[in-house]
């Protein structure tokens, strides 16, 4: 699966922004997706992952109740809304696929997309 993420941008804090991430493929709907993020000078990290059905989700601590993962299987999309943001959270957005393994597990992703800047001013 081939994935193109946007949606990213400068935002200052407390404001919000929707990132997308746009499958290729027939099969997305069979795929684990998450999101991930690399600030500066740090190593990639783990945001959150939405099972094939979006019935499951998961995420990292420092953003559950201000970050929702989606996802339109119709669409081949998936979404982060990311609400309350922090400058903390200033990073470049990564998506991701798998097609096997556990949604609570953020190991084993094997489809990246580009990334998508998104800047958070204090």
């Known amino acids: 699966v081939q994935l193109q993420a946007s949606g990213g941008g400068l935002v200052q804090t407390g404001d919000s922004l929707r990132l997308s991430c746009a499958a290729s493929?027939?099969?997305?709907?069979?795929?684990?997706m998450g999101w991930f993020r690399q600030a500066p000078g740090k190593e990639r990290e783990f945001v959150a992952t939405i099972s094939w059905s979006g019935g499951g989700s998961y995420y990292k601590d420092s953003v559950k109740g201000r970050f929702t993962i989606s996802r339109d299987n119709a669409k081949n999309t998936v979404y982060l809304q990311m609400n309350s943001l922090k400058p903390e959270d200033t990073a470049v957005y990564y998506c991701?696929?798998?097609?096997?393994?556990?949604?609570?597990?953020?190991?084993?992703?094997?489809?990246w997309g580009q990334g998508t800047q998104v800047t958070v001013s204090s």
């Open positions: 493929g027939r099969t997305f709907s069979s795929y684990i």
């Open positions: 991701a696929a798998k097609y096997s393994g556990s949604v609570y597990s953020h190991t084993n992703f094997d489809s």
